[in-house]
């Protein structure tokens, strides 16, 4: 825990962005840290072994090693396009796959109604806070 890494391409130019952030409270010297992952990944991605696609056994190699990949792929793309023929539609066509069924359960209204007083409970006191915090200075609390 405490590093997280956003990788972004850019299929127009073809440009890589990486933000690195690591959490202050859980790591010791969080910007170092930051700097020497970025540092390896860079030197990491500037050195990476060419594929060699012109030699006959690297070529089938990799040929192999796509056709394997789609051939696990495709049963589980078909099972999400079936699972999305049956799915509602928003407003603008976009499937919408979450539980539409309307199935909820007494636990789950009881687990609604006690985190809107947990929220209003912690929540409550710190946002008065300001409002009366000048009449207890004036009375002398």
Same mark, same amino acid.
């Given at each position: 825990?405490?590093?997280?890494? %956003? ?6 130019? &073809?440009?890589?962005?990486?933000? !690195?952030?690591?959490? %202050? %409270?859980?790591?010791?010297? @969080? ?19 060419? !594929? ?22 495709? @049963? ?9 023929? &049956?799915? &509602?539609?928003? !407003? ?9 069924? &309307?199935?909820? %359960? ?13 929220? !209003? ?21």
């Amino acid at each position: 825990g405490g590093v997280k890494v %956003n990788v972004c391409t850019s299929g127009a130019s &073809g440009a890589m962005v990486i933000c !690195i952030v690591v959490t %202050n %409270n859980v790591v010791d010297r @969080p910007r170092d840290l930051a700097a020497a992952l970025a540092a390896d990944i860079e030197r990491t991605l500037l050195h990476l072994p060419s !594929i060699d696609t012109k030699t006959p056994s690297r070529r089938l190699s990799l040929e192999d090693a796509m056709t394997k990949q789609v051939a696990t792929m495709r @049963p589980l793309i078909e099972k999400d396009a079936e699972h999305l023929k &049956g799915a &509602g539609r928003l !407003i603008d066509g976009t499937a919408f796959a979450g539980d539409s069924s &309307g199935a909820y %359960n007494t636990s789950t209204h009881f687990c609604l109604v006690l985190s809107a007083l947990i929220g !209003i409970l912690v929540s409550g006191p710190t946002t008065g806070m300001q409002f009366y915090m000048a009449t207890l200075q004036h009375s002398g609390a």
